[in-house]
């Protein structure tokens, strides 16, 4: 028996949109609520996009991880090409992996060490000094796979810098522009909240672009994968 599920890449697109939309909105509400009315009920905390173990950690940890997958299904079907770019795809893959965790579990902010800051005499763009070793990492990254983003067919291309500037975008520099702003006035404050929840919608947005652009790379450029099923009996052994 064979089953066939089909995927619209647009339909998908369009619905993580009602999503990021959603909690773009709930985020920027959540923190009007806190700094200008002084609002402190718990149930806000579920969708402030600047905590973790809520509502948008766990939606971007999905997606993240449903790029992980869909980046997984590519490396396989290029493994069997013998395609040299297999190992990109793959890396990728692992690499989305470890994003996905790190939405839900901040590893990234172990790296924030007061103390280490003050000792490197750290302070504005630098204020969050995770920024540095991240920023070191992207371009390492930017540089390995710069023959890869060439190969690939224009359009997709195109649509994996764009999804790849705006999550940095939001990720690093956001981050630095809210570092920035907390070395000057701290962190518990409107402009501050803003700023958080505006990096947090760059990355949801960034990561909704490249779902895009990876189902329609499998649609187009890899077809026919097949799903196969088997219930062994119990009996069996």
């Known amino acids: ?110 790296l924030i060490i007061p103390d280490l800051r003050k000792a490197l005499h750290l302070g504005g763009l630098f204020y969050f000094i995770w920024v540095i070793p991240g920023a070191a990492f992207v371009l390492v990254t930017a540089l390995n796979y710069f023959k890869f983003l060439l190969y690939l067919p224009s359009r997709t291309r195109y649509l994996f810098i764009l999804a790849g500037c705006i999550y940095v975008g939001g990720a690093l520099g956001m981050e630095m522009v809210g570092g920035y702003y907390a070395d000057l006035a701290g962190q518990r404050n409107l402009i501050y909240g803003t700023i958080a929840t505006t990096e947090e919608i760059f990355e949801m947005v960034g990561v909704l672009i490249f779902i895009y652009a990876l189902l329609a790379y499998i649609g187009s450029y890899i077809q026919d994968i097949d799903v196969r099923f088997k219930v062994l009996d119990d009996r069996e052994k």
């Open 1 to 110: 028996m064979n089953f066939q599920i089909s995927i619209s890449p647009r339909r998908i697109a369009a619905s993580l949109s009602i999503w990021v939309l959603f909690f773009g909105v709930a985020g920027f509400v959540v923190q009007v609520l806190r700094y200008g009315f002084n609002y402190r009920e718990r149930w806000i905390n579920l969708f402030n996009l600047d905590l973790e173990l809520n509502y948008p950690s766990w939606y971007q940890s999905f997606t993240l991880l449903f790029c992980a997958i869909l980046l997984g299904v590519i490396a396989s079907a290029k493994k069997k090409q013998s395609d040299r770019y297999f190992p990109h795809w793959k890396a990728l893959s692992i690499i989305f992996v470890l994003l996905a965790l790190d939405e839900s579990l901040s590893f990234h902010e172990l």
